[in-house]
Structures are given as structure tokens and as C-alpha cells.
């Protein structure tokens, strides 16, 4: 513990202390109400130690599996190792690589029957700054194939891209409505407490550093919207960001 | 003049054990505390956002932190309440000297101090159960959530040294401020907040206040701390009884 730290828990001690002198005329004045009295209050005790007892075996019986991890070798990896600044996707794109390229995921793919030939892509979910990469093929056989596809995304080393949700596409006629492209990732981290850290072995011990800041510890996965398209096809889109791979404009 | 014969111990005993069945209401509030503070934390002890590309990221840090500093704070309290007056005429009782009280308060507070120190360290015992059943797994991150039964354990026994030496603080405070007045009420808040103020003020320069502190939370050994700490508490007991004994009288 350093010293503005220590510093700051006596303060804080300080402001417990007086928290402390008014709830304890509360729970008085509480247990004087309810006629918990003084059996009352004892049960009160004995029935939380039993309850922190009865935890320690139901928390040593929870298996290890199923949470979350880093991946082996991030302590010792290079800035940008599990990121996209390894894997580039737009190139991948241009290059029709998608698919063979280490680093990238198909997130989803929908193939449709276009009636006409002019695409509306919508976001009905609002603003989106997706890129959406077309690519013609030679014939007009009106099939469209739209795949969604991204690199992965990590939180200091743990890969959280199978909790990012697949995008939702849905065809109406000429119209492609793009959906659910927010993602909201909640994750539960321990942190030892004060005193348990003053006497952890650093060397022994697996605790979770915690991230600090800086871009290495979050880093969001690139996501693109790849489509196929018969040639005869035009698109038009509600926002920016189409990409026609092999076209000049 | 008792015709009965007694000895230090016999009524040392008699003392704590009826001290420890009249005052079980302060172990209540220990627990009440930790509850209270779950109940305002959730057991969070912070939280981290990041977003970008249509993707928010929110990282809910648990600690039991907040639960050992309100227990701390706590078992200090009790101890300056438990030297009061109010306390100590309760010993009237008793065929008993001044020494025998101050004992019987000591083992009271220490067995404070061991199921305050205890229950602390197992809140986030407790805290992980919860949140594994309420949040599952695959939102917990592994490696910060398994505890060995060495982390629990020396944690715990660290919590009941810090419990025992906030007491020994809190009852020597108690004892001065029965002793000599209310006038130190206000010089021990005055001396931490105005330690703390000029800490702030010189960063860098470090008082001796602040010296005496690291003296504890810089040490990493826990045998060694265990040493420090049972030393620095058994002076801190000795120099409240020895300051309580020249009251002769009721006083």
C-alpha cells in the first residue's frame, strides 16, 4: 500500500466511524422496535456467522471451469499482439481472404433473393459506423449473400469475442434492415482486499492485476458487413461507409 | 470486606463471560455493518467502462475492502465506547479491582477482534458465492476469483492483527479521553485530519504519524507483522491499564 492510499482508508475510516456512531443509535433503536431484544440480536449474529460458514465449502466446491481467462502468453506479449493491428480485416476484405485469414470470425451470414435490382441497406437501430464491403460477382443471378465478420476482442488478454452479439439482418422486398448492433459487456473482476494484498506473494499468487489503462487492456474487435452481389445490382445506404472492392467511383 | 475468597483470574473470567453475554448487541452491529455496507456497495469497490465500435465494455470490480474498513472502524469505536464511563460502571457489579475490569475488557475486545477479523475476510467469501450464482461464471474472471485456502487464511489472521491493534488504538483513546477529559475528542480527529491535510500539502514529505502507519502497511511478512502488531497491541493494552489504575475511586 502506498502512502496516499493508507492515507485515504484512514479517512475514510474516519468517515465509517461516524456512519457508524448514527447507524449504531439506528440498530438499536431498531432492535428496541421489532422486540429482537437481546436473544433476538444474538440470533441476529450467530445466523450471519452461519450463513459465512456455510459458504466457505459451497465456494471451494465451485469448479474452475466456465470463467473467464487470459490467453497463455499475454504477460510476455508485444503491444497490439491480440489485436486487430495484427489481423487487418479491410485487408483481408480487398483480398477475398476473410475466411482464411487467422484472427477473423464469421459472425453470421444470411443468403436472399433480391426482387429488383436496387438494394436499400437500413439501420433501423440508428447511426452505425460499420463498414460494409461489396464485392460483385460476374453474373446477375439476383442471390445476395451478406456476412458479417470480425476480429477478435480482448479485455487484458481475455477474449470476449463469443460474448459479442450477432448482428440481426432481415430482408423485406429490396430492403435489408441491419439490427442489434450495440454490444454491452458486463464483467466481474475481484480485486484482493486491502489487507489480504499487503501479503500476497506476487510470485505464488494468481492475482489478477487488474488492467491499468491504456489501450492494451480493451480492444475492441473490427466488424464488417461483406457482401456479395450480383453485378447487375446497385446499392444505396442510409449512412456512409460502403466500400465497392475493385470499383473506382 | 468479602468473605468469599476470589483471585484475578476466577473474577477476570466472571467479568468477560458476563461482559460477553450483556454486550452481544456490539457483535450484532459488527454484522450490521458488513451488512450495511453490502447493502450500500453491492460489494463493488469500483468499476471500469471503455467503448468503442458499437461495443461498451463495463468491468464491476469487487473487493471485501469496504466491508475490513468498516469492521476496523467498528471494532475502533467499540473499543473507545467500551473504556467510557457508562462501561465501566457497569464493573460495580462485581467484586473487582480496576485491573481485573481492564483485563475482562481486553478479552472482550480481543474476541471482538478475532469474529470482526474473521467475518471480514469471509464476507468476500461469501461475496464470490453470490456472485457466481446471481452472475455465472462466464462474466467472472477466473484468476482474481479462486481463493487458496492459504490467501483465506492469512488474510484472516492479518484482519484479526489489524482488529487487535484498531482496539488497542481504540480503547487507550477511550481511557485517555475517561481520564483527561473531552478536550482529546478533539485533539485525536484535529491531529489525523491536520497529518493527513499537511501530507497533501508537502507531497512527498512523510510525517511521523504517517511513519508509524507504514510501520504496519509495509510490511510483508505476515510472521513479522504478527510480531509488530501483538507487541504494539500488548503495549497499547498495558499503557491503557496503567493509565486507568491511578483512578482510584469511582469516579
Known sequence: MNISNTLNALLILLIVLVILSFFSMRVKDFIKRTHLGRKGSRWFFVLYGAVLVISIPIFFMIPEQGFLYREQGFAGAPEGYFTGERVNIYAAAEENKLNETDGIMLLGKTNFTLPGEELLISYPGGFSDMPVFVRRKATGDGQITASFYATKTYYYGIDLSLKIKVPEMKVTGSKLEVGNLENEISLVEFRKDLIAAQFADPDTTSQFQGPGFGSRHFETGQRILYMEIPSNVEIKSDQLGVQFIGETI | ?251
Open chain 2, 1 to 251: 470486606m468479602s468473605l468469599t475468597e476470589t483471585n484475578l483470574l476466577s473474577v477476570t473470567k466472571r467479568q468477560y463471560l458476563y461482559k460477553i453475554k450483556s454486550h452481544m448487541g456490539i457483535f450484532n452491529n459488527l454484522a450490521a455493518a458488513q451488512l450495511i455496507v453490502l447493502l450500500l456497495t453491492s460489494g463493488r469497490s469500483g468499476m471500469m467502462g471503455s467503448g468503442g465500435d458499437g461495443l461498451d465494455l463495463k468491468v464491476l470490480y469487487y473487493s471485501s475492502s469496504w466491508v475490513t474498513i468498516a469492521t476496523l472502524g467498528a471494532l475502533f469505536y467499540v473499543s473507545i465506547i467500551f473504556a467510557g464511563q457508562v462501561y465501566r460502571n457497569q464493573d460495580f457489579a462485581f467484586v473487582a479491582n480496576r485491573l481485573s475490569s481492564n483485563l475482562s475488557n481486553i478479552g472482550f475486545l480481543l474476541t471482538a477482534a478475532v469474529l470482526g477479523g474473521i467475518t471480514a475476510s469471509l464476507y468476500g467469501v461469501l461475496l464470490r458465492v453470490i456472485l457466481f450464482y446471481t452472475r455465472g461464471s462466464s462474466n467472472i474472471i477466473g484468476e482474481s476469483f479462486f481463493l487458496t485456502p492459504q490467501d483465506l487464511l492469512s488474510g484472516m489472521a492479518a484482519a484479526v492483527l489489524y482488529g487487535i491493534l484498531c482496539s488497542a488504538l481504540g480503547y487507550l483513546i477511550g481511557i485517555l479521553i475517561n481520564q483527561h477529559g473531552k478536550i482529546f475528542l478533539l485533539l485525536i480527529p484535529a491531529l489525523f485530519i491536520g497529518t493527513w491535510y499537511l501530507q497533501v500539502v508537502h507531497m512527498g514529505e512523510v510525517s511521523i504519524f504517517t511513519k508509524l502507519i507504514l510501520f504496519f502497511v509495509r510490511e510483508n511478512s505476515l510472521a513479522i507483522f504478527t510480531f509488530k502488531a501483538l507487541v504494539t497491541g500488548a503495549v497499547l493494552f498495558a499503557t491503557s491499564i496503567m493509565i486507568s489504575n491511578r483512578t482510584e475511586v469511582r469516579s
